[in-house]
Nanobody, 123 residues
Framework: QVQVVESGGSSVQAGGSLRLSCAVS????????MGWFRRAPEKERERVAH???????FDADSVKGRFTISRDTTKNTLYLQMNSLKLEDTAMYYC?????????????????WGQGTQVTVSS
């Protein structure tokens, strides 16, 4: 079984920074992609960023230049460094392990999801 556990969510003032972590355990392999998604209240899930098997990253336009996704392959851990946070970044953030090709994430194709971690940005 594959387990995905997010951590690091908190309440932070606008303009501040936060780093989310995602620990993955189980039978994942080098063909898997990893990504961050978020869901704000009464809104659809949004892809924040993902990283493919080569280490290339693909960011959503809404976070480009502010957020950085990275992966430590040795520890099977994914990170999301969030800078210059805005009120609209408030959401539940989810980590996922799955499959992708370039900028496309393949939803529902052998993917695993965590329970989420809440990020709240206040003025």
């Amino acid at each position: 079984q594959v387990q995905v556990v997010e951590s690091g969510g908190s309440s932070v003032q606008a303009g501040g920074s936060l780093r989310l972590s995602c620990a993955v355990s189980g039978d994942i392999n080098s063909r898997h992609c990893m990504g961050w998604f978020r869901r704000a209240p009464e809104k659809e899930r949004e892809r924040v960023a993902h990283i493919d098997t080569t280490g290339s990253t693909f960011d959503a336009d809404s976070v480009k230049g502010r957020f950085t996704i990275s992966r430590d392959t040795t520890k099977n851990t994914l990170y999301l460094q969030m800078n210059s946070l805005k009120l609209e970044d408030t959401a539940m953030y989810y980590c996922a392990v799955g499959f992708c090709q370039g900028g496309t994430w393949f939803h529902g194709v052998g993917d695993y999801w965590g329970q989420g971690t809440q990020v709240t940005v206040s003025s």
